[in-house]
């Protein structure tokens, strides 16, 4: 006989694998994987130099018509240090609303979005090791993609500020990148 523990588990992971689809039966699910360069921004620019930044995405409207939505981000980006040899990366992830305009239905869209999370900054350099802090951070951005529905590209430029002590991270990558939807 199952024990409780086991039962419990297989009541709970029917519905949560159930979950993707039945959104995916109720909207649009759209996975985005993109990659650009980063420009430090203000003080910042004192300490890093330009960077990339590679970004993947995961979208959900609640209808294929919505024009609002929630977005999932993931990102990892390197720049070099300016003044010592060394570099600095950021690893972090964001949840976003996104509020899209144009056509229903359409893929070839303007969407503004909007939302925090969190950001790993990692400083290694031979000069001192390495060093890492993770904080809260805010990020907005707008882009245009252009397609169709079940493969778009995009465009898209964001601006993220990192709250820490001492000199802010603050950063706009501006990405480019392909979108798969109808999930």
Not at 56 to 81: E, H, I, K, M, W
Request: proline content about 5%; hydrophobic content about 40%; glycine content about 14%.
């Amino acid at each position: 006989m199952p024990s409780r523990h086991l039962r419990a588990a297989c009541l709970l992971a029917i519905p949560l694998l159930s979950l993707p689809v039945t959104l995916a039966a109720q909207g649009d699910i759209r996975l985005g994987l993109g990659a650009g360069i980063t420009m430090p921004l203000r003080s910042y620019g004192d300490v890093v130099d330009k960077g990339w930044m590679g970004n993947a995405s995961l979208t959900f409207f609640p209808a294929a018509s919505a024009a609002l939505g929630f977005r999932l981000d993931g990102f990892y980006g390197r720049n070099s240090l300016s003044a010592i040899s060394g570099r600095q990366t950021q690893v972090g992830g964001t949840a976003n609303l996104v509020l899209q305009f144009g056509a229903r239905r359409s893929p070839n869209r303007f969407y503004v979005f909007g939302g925090g999370g969190y950001v790993k900054t990692t400083n290694s350099s031979p000069n001192f090791g390495k060093l890492s802090d993770t904080n809260p951070a805010l990020n907005g951005g707008a882009g245009f993609s252009l397609g169709a529905r079940s493969l778009a590209l995009f465009v898209e430029a964001r601006y993220i500020n990192v709250f820490t002590d001492g000199v802010k991270p603050q950063y706009a990558p501006l990405m480019a990148g392909v979108t798969f939807g109808g999930f």
